[in-house]
């Protein structure tokens, strides 16, 4: 007697969703990313009442909560975050309002381009703490030098991806726009600028992660105010709550910039079917 | 210039110059073609014979070494079109924008290059997917595209280079018919550029058949079957006598076609 198994093939049909269930599938990604932040946050505390570890040293949730509430209650922080984001705001406009018509220029011309490239991967290359304190030598311990410093981190990223964006123009794209007669602020508009964008704003991703980096760096360095000067501050008093809060806050700012430029690169990428 | 005629070239020359050993590769020797308006002629012969050469050089992405083209204007000025090989199509384009494209560098604002386009993606038979993307698009769906952009820019001549030769059997099958039908509606002069020997005779009046290395014309054969063509047209005797006539002058000028050839 022969075996015959039924599958059921059908997943249903989509149109037919609750608004519940269409809410769980349009912010899935979120809903799940939030669970992981809560599974980690329950496990340290845990952890830390478990005594597994010395809360001195690592801190614990609601130890950093209470920090928080303390600094953020009192207003103490708000003139670090204050100065923290000027320096992060200028620096990146400055790179991005550099990078991006730089990079677009340089990569049309082919011999420029030769020129600058290899100068311009041996400075992205470079770790630019290197001459962070020839920065505040110049500079001096103020909003300049860390905006400068924010600027050389995110520069060379935003260049850098625009050049490769531009380099990676398809021939046949080209050809295309040749063979209808484009003239050449079109084939810029139609086919250079489109092929970019992507490489840009995998470019602005990374840069803005380095941005942040720059200002810590800076502020670890020298300053008296901002978010670095305040983790390195408050650890030379072993108060790691607060050292803990400070890396909290950058953490969150760096989910929510990465998460609008996701949603950028969503927007200008309809055309793209892996995005969706 | 004779106004029945659409394409004449002269004395069309390519040559490359191969640095490293410093020799010289003709591509085409000395082409001379001419095309009636309205006429379909496809440039038939095996790859590297200059034939996609040959049409980028009418169409002006390739200067050849020596010769002369003339076309015909149409009346909007433009002269030429390119349907190319692999579509070519815009990703980040829409089908109705890419179809619009070639109206859009001729000036045209978009608004009413999309006007202009939209009967052109009904022609094609893409009526319905005009704000679909590319990638949304099967192979076929994409050469219409192809097709109906280098329609819309109304020009006197299409230069068609091998647009189907990507596709699977079936799917071309049903694009050679496609093909036709538009054209006996367009009412253009084409070039169309193959290396199958059975698309060449039945889409075309005339097939021009040339060899590789130098890329030259082995002959101009006028292919004398009843239009409309249905597909079936491909089975009857005069058809198969055309493309044993060509095979044989393929094979017999030493260029392999698909098969093995007997060395004699």
């Known amino acids: ?276 | 210039m004779d106004t029945g005629f659409a394409l004449i070239a002269r004395g069309v020359h390519m040559e490359y110059r191969d640095r490293k050993s410093d020799t010289s590769l003709v591509a085409i020797e000395s082409m001379d073609l001419d095309v009636r308006a309205g006429e379909f002629v496809s440039l038939l012969g095996p790859s590297g014979c200059g034939k996609s050469t040959f049409l980028k050089i009418v169409n002006g992405l390739l200067k050849g070494t020596a010769g002369e083209i003339r076309l015909r204007a149409a009346g909007n000025g433009r002269e030429d079109a390119m349907v190319f090989q692999d579509a070519a199509l815009f990703p980040w384009y829409s089908v109705l924008d890419n179809v619009a494209y070639g109206l859009v560098c001729a000036g045209v604002p978009r608004k009413q290059a999309r006007e202009r386009a939209m009967p052109l993606i009904e022609l094609v038979g893409l009526a319905g997917f005009a704000d679909r993307y590319p990638y949304q698009l099967s192979g076929g769906m994409q050469q219409r595209a192809n097709l109906a952009r280098a329609l819309a820019v109304d020009s006197e001549i299409l230069l068609m280079d091998e647009p189907f030769a990507s596709l699977d059997a079936q799917t071309r099958e049903v694009m050679q018919a496609e093909l036709l039908r538009i054209w006996n509606a367009a009412k253009k002069t084409v070039v169309f550029v193959t290396h199958q020997i059975d698309e060449a005779i039945y889409l075309s009046d005339r097939v021009v058949v040339m060899s590789a290395r130098p890329g030259r014309i082995l002959a101009d054969i006028r292919i004398d079957l009843p239009r409309p063509r249905a597909l079936d047209v491909k089975r009857r005797a005069e058809f198969t006598g055309y493309a044993d006539q060509i095979w044989k002058l393929l094979t017999t000028h030493g260029v392999s076609v698909a098969a093995p050839t007997d060395a004699t």
């Open chain 1, 1 to 276: 007697m022969a075996a015959t198994a039924t599958r059921s093939t059908g997943l249903g049909d989509p149109g037919r969703l609750g608004p519940v269930q269409r809410f769980r599938r349009a912010n899935e990604r979120l809903l799940y990313g939030t669970l992981g932040f809560v599974l980690v946050i329950v496990l340290w505390e845990l952890a830390a009442d478990l005594g597994l570890y010395r809360r001195s040293l690592l801190s614990s949730p609601s130890f950093i909560w209470n920090a928080a509430a303390r600094d953020f209650g009192s207003g103490t922080i708000w003139p670090h975050l204050a100065s923290s984001g000027a320096e992060y705001g200028l620096g990146f406009a400055a790179a991005l309002a550099l990078g991006i018509p730089l990079g677009l220029l340089i990569g049309m011309f082919r011999r420029v381009d030769h020129v600058v490239s290899l100068l311009l991967f041996g400075i992205y290359s470079t770790p630019k703490a290197a001459i962070a304190p020839l920065i505040i030598l110049v500079a001096g311990i103020g909003l300049e030098s860390k905006a400068i410093f924010v600027f050389l981190l995110a520069f060379f990223s935003v260049i850098v991806s625009t050049m490769a964006g531009v380099h990676a123009v398809a021939e046949r794209h080209r050809d295309l726009a040749r063979s209808f007669g484009a003239s050449r602020w079109l084939e810029f508009r139609s086919v250079v600028l489109p092929t970019t964008v992507p490489f840009l704003l995998t470019g602005i991703r990374i840069a803005s992660g380095r941005a942040l980096v720059g200002v810590v760096v800076a502020e670890e360095l020298a300053a008296n105010q901002g978010i670095g000067y305040y983790i390195e501050f408050y650890g030379t008093f072993l108060d790691t709550s607060r050292v803990m809060l400070g890396v909290v806050i950058l953490g969150l700012f760096g989910i929510t910039s990465g998460e609008l430029v996701r949603r950028l690169e969503k927007r200008f990428e309809v055309w793209r079917p892996e995005i969706h």
